[in-house]
């Protein structure tokens, strides 16, 4: 089973070609980041997943922006070992549910948070953490839960000036961000960068 719990910063990824993906992969493992998060918002994302997969085994494949049920079923065939998404959907999770494959979907109010707890899911991402209402937000937020173990991923805002406050909360079990490597890092292929990013997050946990 995946230990969730093992990789505190997860990059998210938006790639607009697969060729990127290893490449990008192999920068953050440099950088010491086992997890990566690629987003459904291109169509390179089950390519991109898939590739990684089979060249870098110690790396955790999430597949983000699973929205629908198409996506979903494309993440899964594609090898990703979780899923997310910015909000809860019983039918993508019941896909993941079937294939044994955790699923950390989005919430960001009381409702959302017992509906996601109803479908069985103890890990969420807390989304978008920032506009939401930051830390002092998610504090609140989670305060009512601490009995049923629910746990929760910010993301959306979240960077490396505000992530060791989040992760200072006893309900954070990770942070996600794009800001180790943005769009345009990755479009100008500045993978040293990108290693410097997640060298420099990881030294702060
Ligand atoms: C996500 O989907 O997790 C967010 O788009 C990431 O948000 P950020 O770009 O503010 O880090």
Redesign the pocket.
């Known amino acids: 089973m995946l230990d969730l719990e093992a990789n505190p910063i997860i990059p998210?990824i938006v790639l607009d070609d697969a060729n990127d993906a290893e490449p990008l992969a192999e920068a953050l493992l440099e950088g010491g980041l086992k997890i990566i998060e690629i987003?459904f918002r291109t169509a390179a994302a089950a390519e991109s997943i898939s590739r990684i997969v089979q060249r870098f085994p110690e790396m955790v494949v999430g597949a983000?922006?699973v929205v629908t049920e198409k996506q979903a079923k494309e993440a899964i065939d594609a090898g990703s070992q979780f899923g997310l998404a910015?909000g809860t959907d019983p039918k993508t999770l019941e896909i993941f549910r079937g294939a044994g494959i955790p699923f950390i979907p989005g919430i960001a109010t009381p409702s959302d948070i017992q509906a996601a707890y109803r479908e069985g899911c103890q890990y969420m991402?807390f989304?978008?953490a920032?506009p939401m209402g930051g830390v002092k937000m998610l504090k609140a937020l989670s305060a009512p839960y601490g009995n049923l173990g629910i746990r929760f991923c910010p993301?959306?805002?979240?960077s490396l000036d505000n992530m060791e406050e989040y992760l200072s909360l006893p309900s954070v079990f990770a942070v996600?961000?794009?800001?180790i490597a943005t769009k345009q890092d990755i479009s100008e292929k500045n993978w040293k960068i990108i290693t410097e990013n997640a060298t420099q997050a990881l030294s702060k946990i």
Do not use: A
């Not at 996600?176 to 800001?179: C, E, L, Q, T």
């Open positions: 998210v987003t983000g922006t910015p991402k989304f978008p920032g993301t959306g805002g979240v996600g961000g794009s800001w």
